[in-house]
């Protein structure tokens, strides 16, 4: 039991104000759109500090998915998240091999990527990673829900949820708050 409460206040991200989780996870992208959108012409001398930017985002979007699942699975065990991590893993595995292959290419061969064979397989790679990020999002969708209703949803149950999660900007403002309530009532049960 201790054990348990002493994980689930590690999980500062969500703890956090929805504001605060859209700033983290959205922030950065609409500052790097911003600067495309203000100043074009620089895009190619910013492109390095663009891919930060990008990738910071990114990386706090996986990482407050991944606190929710692990954290909400920590209050509802009998919910089995291997879907999860193999949906989660498949974007992630894909969003680094992309990045490294394309600073590989830019910045120390200094040339563009090129091939279609190379086309071809990061299409697909990108299809397969749209596919798994949309299922881990229902699935996110759906452990909140069980949480709440400690007990596994029906589809109808945990229908809004899922959608919410298919928009994350949005799916922030609504599901972080009753992440804190969550998080809030298991340490008042717990203490």
């Known amino acids: 039991m201790h054990i348990k409460i002493c994980y689930l206040r590690s999980m500062t991200i969500l703890r956090l104000k929805h504001w605060q989780v859209f700033l983290l996870a959205w922030g950065p992208h609409a500052?790097?759109?911003?600067?495309?959108m203000l100043a074009p012409e620089?895009?190619?001398?910013?492109?390095?500090?663009?891919?930060?930017?990008?990738?910071?985002g990114?990386?706090?979007?996986?990482?407050?998915?991944?606190k929710i699942m692990a954290g909400m699975n920590q209050i509802y065990p009998a919910?089995?998240?291997?879907?999860?991590?193999?949906?989660?893993?498949?974007p992630c595995i894909s969003t680094l091999t992309f990045v490294a292959n394309l600073v590989y290419d830019l910045f120390f061969h200094k040339r563009e990527p090129t091939?279609?064979?190379?086309?071809?397989?990061?299409?697909?790679?990108?299809?397969?990673?749209?596919?798994?990020i949309l299922f881990g999002l229902m699935l996110i969708g759906r452990m909140v829900r069980a949480v709440e209703?400690?007990?596994?949803?029906?589809?109808?149950e945990h229908l809004f949820e899922s959608l919410?999660?298919?928009?994350p900007p949005v799916g922030v403002w609504i599901v972080q708050p009753r992440l804190?309530?969550?998080?809030?009532?298991?340490e008042a049960s717990k203490t």
Do not use: D, E, H, Y
Request: net charge positive; charged share 5%; glycine share 6%.
């Open 58 to 66: 990114t990386t706090n979007c996986f990482i407050w998915a991944w």
């Open 180 to 186: 804190n309530r969550i998080l809030a009532s298991q």
């Open 164 to 167: 919410i999660m298919l928009i």
């Open 79 to 90: 919910a089995n998240i291997l879907a999860f991590k193999i949906a989660f893993w498949i």
């Open 31 to 36: 500052i790097s759109m911003l600067q495309l």
């Open 115 to 132: 091939g279609i064979n190379s086309l071809a397989f990061w299409i697909g790679t990108g299809i397969l990673s749209s596919v798994c």
């Open 149 to 156: 209703l400690k007990r596994t949803p029906l589809i109808g």
């Open 42 to 56: 620089t895009v190619g001398a910013t492109l390095p500090l663009w891919l930060l930017v990008v990738t910071i």
